[in-house]
């Protein structure tokens, strides 16, 4: 019996070992298979509804193949236009943007479980639907909503979290990188500083940096710092190219966090739905106007008295 036992060992370890590098332990022809249909989630404070799939196993050797990540979401608008901006839909923005951005609060579903600070990369799109006024008003709110995060008392503190930003035009001239700026104060100032130019804003470009930046610049290796982005845009990409294959990378490497602003389009609307991580609702933010925005920092602030979750810090700040 034991010399059965060992024999059959042995041949499991062999087969283990001849099976080719795609991951199937039989290396033969495969199927892709797909998680089930999600159910229904409402993105906050919107009359829209998303459900998603995901790939279990990809496809072999001539097997089915898995579709296209963009028909792996599925969008069902009841009445579009119907909250924009109004009470309502703020406050439930303001609800998802605290417990899945913000995370001053543990969250309602996990409230044993720590925050880690981050490297957080901003993309700001030009928003060429705001004009200069509400684009120097955005960049203020954003600021500002920076200075919401953990830890306390200074969040952008040398040894917390860390901060870039690129975009803003075609040319990426106006960029801040990693470990720049000590402290919120520094990290405010470097955002209302930036100014926008007469070149258009492409999200494949900025997509494309922001990848090579996490990647490959500036990024903290320790798993207990997370990767984050957070692109503020029009929806409009502005350029050709593959975008929602460079959005796709991004995913891969972090999580993507959208904040849509301003006079988008339906086709800029889906095109966002896919930027984000998943689920859509835990990572997509939307107002229609700068005044929207206005509201949304004032109802978080409002709400922004409570104190900070604990922290899991890295070993090498405690």
Request: hydrophobic share 40%; glycine share 6%.
């Amino acid at each position: 019996m034991n010399y059965f036992s060992l024999d059959l060992v042995l041949l499991v370890f062999a087969v283990y070992n001849t099976a080719s590098c795609t991951g199937f332990i039989f290396d033969v022809r495969t199927d892709c298979l797909l998680t089930s249909w999600s159910s229904w989630a409402e993105v906050p404070g919107l009359d829209v509804h998303v459900h998603e799939r995901g790939i279990l196993r990809h496809e072999n050797k001539g097997g089915i193949p898995c579709p296209p990540r963009e028909t792996m979401r599925e969008v069902r608008a009841d009445d579009i236009m119907k909250r924009w901006d109004s009470p309502e839909h703020i406050q439930d923005t303001a609800r998802s943007l605290s417990e899945n951005f913000i995370r001053r609060n543990p969250k309602p579903d996990n409230p044993t479980e720590p925050g880690h600070i981050r490297d957080l990369l901003i993309v700001l799109d030009s928003v060429e639907s705001l004009d200069d006024e509400a684009f120097n008003s955005t960049k203020q709110n954003l600021a500002e909503l920076l200075g919401m995060f953990c830890p306390d008392p200074d969040p952008f503190a040398k040894l917390y979290n860390h901060a870039v930003l690129i975009g803003v035009s075609n040319s990426h001239d106006e960029v801040f990188e990693f470990n720049n700026y000590d402290g919120i104060a520094a990290v405010k100032d470097a955002i209302l500083q930036v100014h926008r130019d007469s070149n258009r804003s492409c999200m494949k470009s900025n997509l494309d940096a922001a990848f090579t930046m996490l990647t490959q610049t500036g990024i903290r290796s320790d798993i207990l710092v997370d990767k984050d982005v957070l692109i503020l845009t029009d929806g409009y990409s502005n350029c050709s190219g593959d975008v929602l294959a460079s959005a796709l990378r991004l995913r891969g490497i972090a999580r993507v966090f959208s904040l849509l602003i301003g006079s988008f389009s339906s086709n800029g609307f889906n095109d966002v739905l896919n930027y984000v991580t998943t689920p859509v609702p835990e990572h997509l933010f939307i107002v229609k106007t700068q005044q929207g925005f206005d509201q949304l920092m004032t109802t978080l602030e409002s709400q922004n008295n409570a104190s900070c979750m604990p922290f899991d810090l890295p070993s090498t700040m405690k």
